[in-house]
């Protein structure tokens, strides 16, 4: 057998055949990458913590929401809508139309994001000046600049492979971003040992630029071979035509994802002037972002693998169930999803709020990330639970709900940083921050319920979980206080211990039922 053809049949069981069409088994895949990612993510964080400080990690969070502020606006709206009509039209019989879809979005956005690219980079003196406040900013955001073109088209892209139910592409181009990523990383290590932190923060964005250029490249090569026969079309299915829906579709997912991009640049320039106010010098304010955002948020977020894929995942299941009119399927796989998003909140809340300053001594030495890191672990129930609801909104096509309830919770984050903060420090940010989650919850649940005509299932849905999260602190902190959470083997162990009580309790709760 020739080396050709023993790679097109690797290709075809990787891209073509593995884990295709099923909703469960996509986001088992998404999952599985998620976790490779973090992982890799992870390395990557703490050595760059180790290696350019809080201080540095607070001037690349800074710098992070201007660049998420156009990549958000540019990728989310056309890869969520280009995932739902790709569902669409595929349930319908018409994989031709999906293709022109998928490729009439990649060379706009390729366009668009070209043109983003360069305005990032002539204005990123006057951005970091006047609009961060941090001149050392100017390098992070030029290096940034590269990254754009690449996001924005291949998220067209991913938005097909969502839309087919083919995750395998997208999770493998996850993973060599990743690798590609802190390669670049260890590469320019040698570099950033010899220059400023200026220099240092924005070399360490030169390999964003490198894994976003490997991570298109595989999802081109596998579209390519994937469309190059599409099968039937919807007739008079012109790219004009194609290009008014996708856009008709994503400016308001779009819109959306621009305010929450305005209001997170706001949040992270507003939270040291604040803490300024409040008399810790500009040092200090950077560095407490810096332990917030560049340190905590990352550990919290881990567990979001888990509900991104459920989100990512549940926009083309419903839009496909709703298609083919099949309501109970579609109600069914929310009711699911908002069951495992409690689940793993309960659980890491309990995690981080048992465990948290002996995981943050582990990861970064740091004795003030562990005790922010403990505060903060109230935001896991909420934060998961919020990013299933806006995957159900999106699926649902009830976009403009999910941005009023977003713009509610933001004002109250915000408004705990203008006025508390000064006050109460770091404390008021928090509980600001879990108040307007809180209140994006209740609102998108309410709402989804009432849409759906399903039940609010307070017991099956909040109660149930709530019961292993539990019993995971419980005996958590019985046995934080004996000898065993002293070494990293006996840390292990312990949290497995809680592990094993929180199933055995779900268990039981499953055999009474």
């Known amino acids: 057998m020739s080396s050709e053809n023993i790679l097109h049949k690797a290709y075809k069981k990787i891209f073509h055949e593995g884990f295709k069409g099923s909703f469960t088994a996509g986001a088992l895949i998404l999952m599985g990458a998620g976790f490779a990612v973090r992982i890799l993510g992870f390395v990557n964080r703490i050595y760059l913590s180790n290696l350019i400080g809080a201080e540095g990690l607070g001037l690349v969070q800074l710098a992070s929401p201007v660049y998420a502020l156009i990549i958000l606006t540019l990728t989310s709206g056309v890869s969520i809508t280009v995932s739902g009509m790709t569902a669409r039209e595929n349930a319908r019989g018409n994989p031709g139309s999906a293709v022109k879809i998928c490729k009439t979005a990649f060379f706009l956005l390729l366009l668009i994001g070209g043109l983003c690219g360069l305005g990032l980079f002539f204005s990123a003196d006057f951005l970091s000046v006047y609009v961060l406040h941090d001149p050392r900013t100017k390098l992070s955001l030029m290096m940034l600049a590269p990254c754009i073109p690449a996001v924005a088209a291949a998220s067209a892209l991913k938005g097909y492979f969502y839309g087919m139910s083919k995750m395998t592409p997208t999770a493998l181009s996850q993973i060599v971003e990743q690798v590609v990523r802190i390669g670049c990383i260890f590469a320019l290590a040698m570099v950033i040992g010899g220059r400023n932190l200026e220099w240092a923060c924005a070399l360490t964005l030169i390999s964003a630029a490198f894994g976003e250029t490997a991570n298109l490249c595989v999802v081109a090569i596998a579209f390519y071979r994937e469309a190059r026969h599409p099968g039937g079309e919807l007739p008079g299915f012109s790219k004009r ?38 008399g810790l010098n500009y040092t200090e304010s950077i560095e407490t972002l810096g332990r917030i955002s560049g340190m905590c948020m990352p550990l919290i977020a881990f567990p979001t693998l888990v509900t991104s894929a459920l989100a990512t995942t549940l926009v083309p299941a419903i839009s496909q169930a709703v298609a083919k009119k099949n309501y109970k399927l579609a109600n069914r796989r929310i009711s699911r999803s908002i069951r495992l998003s409690f689940m793993m909140g309960f659980l890491c809340f309990a995690l981080f709020y048992t465990f948290g300053e002996g995981i943050a001594a582990f990861c970064y030495g740091d004795g003030g990330v562990g005790m922010l890191l403990v505060s903060l672990s109230h935001c896991c129930i909420l934060m998961y639970v919020q990013q299933t609801m806006n995957g159900i909104l999106n699926g649902l096509g009830k976009q403009t709900y999910s941005l009023v309830s977003t713009l509610i919770g933001y004002g109250v984050r915000i408004a705990a940083i203008w006025f508390l903060v000064p006050m109460y420090g770091v404390a008021a940010y928090i509980w600001g921050d879990l108040a307007g989650m809180a209140i994006m919850v209740v609102l998108d649940l309410v709402y989804i319920t009432r849409c759906t005509s399903m039940p609010l299932e307070v017991g099956k849905w909040i109660l149930t979980p709530a019961i292993p999260g539990i019993a995971f602190a419980v005996v958590g902190k019985m046995l934080h206080r004996t000898a065993l959470c002293s070494t990293i083997p006996g840390f292990m162990a312990a949290v497995t211990l809680c592990g094993l009580s929180a199933v055995a309790v779900y268990g039981l709760l499953q055999v009474r039922h």
């Open 241 to 278: 035509t194609a290009a008014k829906e996708v856009l008709a579709g994503a400016i308001p997912i779009s819109f959306h994802r621009f305010l929450v991009s305005i209001l997170g640049i706001v949040e992270s320039v507003l939270l040291p002037a604040r803490l300024l106010c409040g």
